[in-house]
């Protein structure tokens, strides 16, 4: 029997709800920062002209009024505009939106090869001096914040050894397709970030897999060692390790905030920090919320391919 808890419709239910509790509380935190987008604008102490900002800009009407407005527009697929330019917020979001895209791609593919591939080896042979030596090199990134792992790949491989540009700035209008090298810091600090959690996950499972008693059986009838472990090992680990790499893309995600800003990467992260230091509520509730629909269609997405590769449980 499977259980309740783990069917389709509650893990969609469950994202759902963290979807309808992240909408008011993303929208009212923004709200209780100091100032406002009034006063944000202006720049000046005079508390006439930041009145009669705020009243240009709607801001004087009640903050649950606008949280409605909001609300409404985004139930109906309008966006909304920013606060102090008026500028439409699928427009403002489209260039970052694709550069942020391109970046997570070229974090996760490296990520998963690496985090996986490591984890293997170093789960079958759990103990063995390679073994310790990744699993504390693992622990040591994902100890140290992310901006602490960018620049420590920013003083090597642009400061020391001059291989790549140290910041990521484009032209107007390019892709970030068109000058790849600009794409390599910043998804290799991603890459790295995601890759530590991933390799210790990946690791552990391998590790109890391999003590089980069909590998053992396996390895003492004589079978190579390689298909001991891809025909024998792998499988009873491949849905634990399936679910581990969709539930990469919440490390991506939080982590492009701070990536983009170490390198000047012009994504979504960068764009939300801009538009938080604007104090448009409108924005940054908007990009909160789209970034929140990514998380968690990544956790359902890891929860029904752990459901699919593992089968109906007995």
Not at 88 to 117: F, K, W
Not at 183 to 204: G, H, I, N, S
Not at 279 to 305: E, N
């Amino acid at each position: 029997m499977r259980s309740p808890r783990g069917s389709v419709p509650a893990v969609v239910l469950r994202a759902l709800v963290s979807l309808v509790v992240t909408a008011p509380v993303v929208f009212f935190a923004v709200e209780t920062l100091p100032g406002d987008a009034g006063s944000a604008s202006v720049r000046t102490s005079s508390s006439a002209v930041v009145a009669a900002q705020r009243r240009h800009l709607g801001l004087d009407r009640p903050v649950l009024e606008r949280f409605a407005d909001w609300l409404g527009g985004l139930w109906t697929g309008r966006l909304g505009a920013t606060t102090d330019t008026g500028v439409p917020v699928a427009q403002l979001l489209s260039a970052p939106l694709q550069t942020t895209l391109v970046l997570a791609v070229a974090a996760l593919v490296p990520a998963i090869v690496v985090g996986v591939a490591a984890g293997v080896g170093a789960g079958v042979q759990a103990g063995s001096r390679s073994d310790r030596v990744l699993s504390s090199t693992a622990a040591s990134v994902m100890a140290a914040p992310e901006f602490v792992v960018a620049i420590g790949l920013l003083v090597v491989l642009s400061r020391w050894t001059g291989l790549l540009p140290p910041v990521s700035l484009f032209p107007a209008g390019s892709s970030p397709l068109s000058e790849p090298s600009l794409v390599v810091l910043p998804a290799a600090t991603l890459a790295v970030v995601a890759a530590a959690p991933l390799f210790r996950y990946t690791r552990a499972v391998v590790a109890a897999e391999n003590t089980r008693d069909h590998v053992e059986a396996a390895r003492l009838a004589g079978l190579p060692e390689t298909r001991v472990i891809w025909r024998h090992l792998l499988p009873g680990a491949a849905a634990p390790i399936t679910q581990a790499c969709a539930s990469l893309t919440p490390y991506v995600v939080g982590g492009t905030i701070v990536t983009e800003q170490v390198f000047g990467y012009p994504g979504i992260g960068a764009l939300l920090v801009t538009r938080i230091a604007a104090r448009d509520t409108t924005s940054v509730a908007t990009i909160t919320m789209i970034l929140a629909l990514i998380v968690a269609t990544a956790f359902c997405a890891a929860d029904l391919l752990g459901r699919r590769t593992s089968g109906p449980a007995r």
